[in-house]
């Protein structure tokens, strides 16, 4: 540590902070690749070729994930900390990271919502509901103004406590595929952006067997003739 220290007051005296223009990854006119500031040249500055480059980012990562591997909570805890005190900095190399891997992070991020559909019962059935509810906009032409949540009018929890109150007999969270979150009184009456918001309220929401779902259609069951007076206006 001494040593970092002393090394980085000699760079210091050979060049000033405010002078420093070049940051790691600059390149050169011949090609050149900017390393770091050294005291070991006389310029003060370590230009590599892009082969040598690539080998010692890749030397760093295998040294910082040993760091990393040694204490897994501090390394965390000093991410976390390094995010809250730089918030625009941290939003912005993750959008331009995003940017040069659209595929790859678009990838990621389907492995990582499909694992969690099938771990997180609360988490799949939200998925699900806020497809229902972007659906229902989108067969309309309609752009959705709120969250799902908002439409809905309450929060996932009660909604799912709500579904859940609903069941038939074999109905669990095991068997969702084999039953649908139907529409009491079909999305196909909506008329207007205002009845498709209505009609997505969770008072008219119930789950009901796949089969039955198919069956009834865009149809108002005749249980329920008067379940509109129910709905908020």
Not at 166 to 177: K, L, P, V, Y
Not at 195 to 218: E, F, I, M, S
Request: some cysteine.
């Amino acid at each position: 540590m001494q040593k970092a220290e002393l090394e980085l007051h000699d760079i210091k005296d050979i060049v000033n902070t405010s002078e420093w223009r070049w940051k790691r990854w600059d390149v050169r006119p011949d090609g050149k690749v900017f390393w770091q500031y050294t005291t070991k040249t006389t310029s003060g500055e370590w230009w590599v070729n892009w082969d040598s480059a690539i080998k010692l980012q890749e030397s760093l990562r295998r040294a910082a994930s040993k760091q990393r591997a040694k204490n897994p909570e501090k390394h965390k805890l000093l991410n976390k900390q390094w995010r809250e005190t730089n918030k625009e900095k941290h939003r912005q190399n993750a959008s331009d990271y995003y940017q040069r891997n659209k595929e790859h992070a678009n990838e990621v991020k389907r492995k990582r919502r499909l694992k969690r559909r099938h771990s997180d019962q609360l988490y799949a059935f939200r998925e699900n509901i806020r497809n229902l509810v972007r659906q229902s906009f989108r067969d309309r032409n309609y752009t959705k103004l709120s969250k799902a949540q908002s439409i809905i009018g309450c929060n996932w929890v009660a909604l799912k406590n709500h579904i859940e109150a609903q069941f038939a007999d074999g109905m669990s969270w095991a068997n969702r595929g084999k039953w649908h979150v139907d529409h009491i009184v079909p999305l196909a009456s909506a008329k207007t952006i205002e009845d498709v918001v209505r009609l997505n309220h969770y008072t008219n929401l119930r789950p009901l067997w796949a089969l039955d779902n198919l069956k009834k259609g865009a149809r108002i069951s005749q249980n329920t003739p008067h379940f509109t007076a129910m709905l908020p206006i």
